[in-house]
């Protein structure tokens, strides 16, 4: 009975999150000029409802009942973790053994806000970035993306396998500040780049490029999927064998063909 329980008592936080979200965000939606005070009073309360059950009160982190890790620690999440993983749907989770997966997410606009901004407060984690991707460097995006991104997003961005089961997503949805907030913090298995590593203006060129990944140009010819030259030159190839060898089949059934004489004897018998 205890295994039975545990998936429902896992899901239960964020069946009421999902209910009581539009209350709570509809009754104190974040205004312009809001104080800061309001904005974290409605963040503590949405955060209490769906997310300390996982979390802790305080952003503690909490253990499951087996002893393993039923929600990690928030205090160093900071405004980058948290909207990453709020405005893509990968929380809240029903689930703590699952990847976390991008989904619609389950909180409106305004109540992200008031997460972000209260998670924030729980410790010195990273701030969300400022992404202007207007004047962006695209070339220099693409030499970042293809040194720091590509081994795991794969070159045209369409994510790729890791180890122990886990997958680097696809970018085809991300958007610029997702982009930087996922570079920031460095979800799940992704390495956290700070500004050391990339700075605020070579992020605008990465995010930059991997919006141009989504409609890349393709002066080559059919990009077929871009999965890469290999396979592409594989059905090239393919495709030049078969039209080869129904050439040379047709080619055989041209030619013409010579009877025998009926008057002459074979060879060895005259």
Not at 32 to 52: F, I, K, N, P, S
Not at 86 to 105: D, F, V, W
Not at 220 to 236: H, N
Not at 238 to 259: D, F, S
């Amino acid at each position: 009975m205890r295994i039975r329980l545990r998936p429902l008592l896992i899901a239960a936080p964020v069946l009421v999150t999902l209910a009581v979200t539009p209350l709570v965000a509809g009754g104190a939606p974040a205004q312009d000029g809001q104080d800061d005070d309001d904005l974290l009073a409605v963040g503590r309360e949405l955060y209490l409802t769906g997310c300390a059950s996982c979390h802790g009160e305080t952003g503690e982190g909490v253990d499951g009942p087996d002893g393993d890790l039923r929600g990690p620690s928030l205090v160093e999440a900071g405004e980058a973790g948290a909207y990453y993983y709020l405005s893509t749907g990968r929380m809240p989770l029903a689930n703590p053994e699952e990847q976390p997966i991008r989904k619609p997410p389950a909180y409106t606009p305004d109540a992200i806000d008031a997460l972000v901004a209260y998670v924030a407060s729980l410790g010195n984690g990273p701030e969300l970035p400022d992404v202007d991707i207007g004047d962006a460097d695209l070339a220099n995006g693409g030499v970042i993306y293809r040194a720091n991104c590509q081994a795991c997003h794969s070159a045209s961005g369409s994510g790729g396998a890791l180890s122990y089961g886990r997958a680097a997503p696809g970018l085809a949805d991300a958007t610029p500040l997702q982009v930087g907030a996922a570079v920031r913090t460095g979800p799940g298995q992704m390495p956290v780049f700070g500004p050391d590593i990339i700075t605020d203006e070579e992020l605008d060129d990465l995010a930059a490029y991997v919006e141009y990944l989504k409609s890349p140009e393709d002066p080559g010819g059919v990009p077929i999927g871009r999965t890469g030259p290999i396979p592409e030159g594989f059905v090239a190839w393919l495709i030049g064998m078969t039209a080869l060898l129904a050439l040379v089949a047709w080619i055989g059934t041209r030619a013409p063909i010579r009877p025998r004489s009926a008057g002459r004897a074979p060879a060895g018998h005259e």
